[in-house]
């Protein structure tokens, strides 16, 4: 069965802190993604991977940074949390297609995170 | 670039009725279109997905969804709704760059008893 954690379902940090979520999949999947999701906003797309140690920025990157050093494993790093950065994030993972199109992306259960 | 909108922001149907999820995109060639579930507290179940073929495409739990190209439009409907199908439901379109999706903003389903 398709399977993709991620290491907290809540976390409370300061401002300022450096805060690590760590996301792990267990279907070796090629692509990795992070999203926050918000009231009325829906999810919105900070980082990507397609690839270990490749990275591509989505929508929303500002403030935040990834690593992605094996494949199973995609970080999201907040350098110096903010308020503004409470939310919920979101992993996902999905497949590569070499032809194009795209493939199911399957979700984590979320990390709530909370700034003060 | 690619959008999606959900006009509804919330939608409360009585438990045995039956529900319509309104979706729109905005994308300029063949759509890659997905309904995604949020239980509360949880993160993104798959229902169904469109990528080409028979336009009205059946899922999970009793979903199916119908793609009008004319509307631009990838509706989710149930004939006759569970109490356990109170939950956010997400549109999203596969963009043109990469593997990404687009997500709509999401509609919240209430069941009444």
């Known amino acids: 069965d398709v399977k993709v954690t991620q290491s907290s379902r809540y976390l409370v940090k300061r401002t300022g802190e450096k805060v690590f979520l760590e996301c792990v999949q267990d279907?070796?999947?090629?692509?990795m993604f992070w999203y926050r999701q918000d009231p009325g906003l829906g999810l919105r797309l900070i980082y990507f991977s397609y690839d270990v140690k490749m990275k591509e920025k989505g929508d929303i990157p500002e403030g935040y940074s990834v690593s992605r050093e094996k494949k199973e494993r995609f970080s999201l790093i907040l350098e110096s949390a903010s308020t503004n950065q409470t939310s919920m994030y979101l992993c996902a993972s999905s497949l590569s297609l070499t032809a194009g199109g795209f493939e199911t992306q399957y979700f984590g259960p979320g990390t709530r995170l909370l700034v003060l | 670039a690619q959008s999606v909108t959900q006009p509804d922001i919330h939608i409360t149907v009585s438990e045995g009725a039956s529900l319509e999820l309104r979706c729109n995109y905005s994308?300029?060639?063949?759509?890659?279109l997905f309904w995604y579930v949020q239980s509360p507290g949880q993160g993104l179940q798959l229902l169904l997905k469109?990528?080409?073929?028979?336009?009205l495409v059946q899922g999970i739990k009793g979903f199916e969804a119908e793609f009008k190209r004319s509307q631009s439009s990838f509706n989710l409907r149930k004939p006759s709704v569970h109490w356990s199908d109170a939950a956010e439901y997400f549109c999203?379109?596969?963009?043109?760059?990469?593997?990404?999706?687009?997500f709509g903003p999401g509609t919240r389903l209430s069941v009444l008893p």
């Open positions: 994308y300029g060639a063949t759509p890659y």
């Open positions: 279907m070796d999947h090629e692509n």
């Open positions: 999203a379109v596969g963009a043109t760059y990469g593997q990404n999706f687009v």
């Open positions: 469109y990528f080409s073929g028979d336009t």
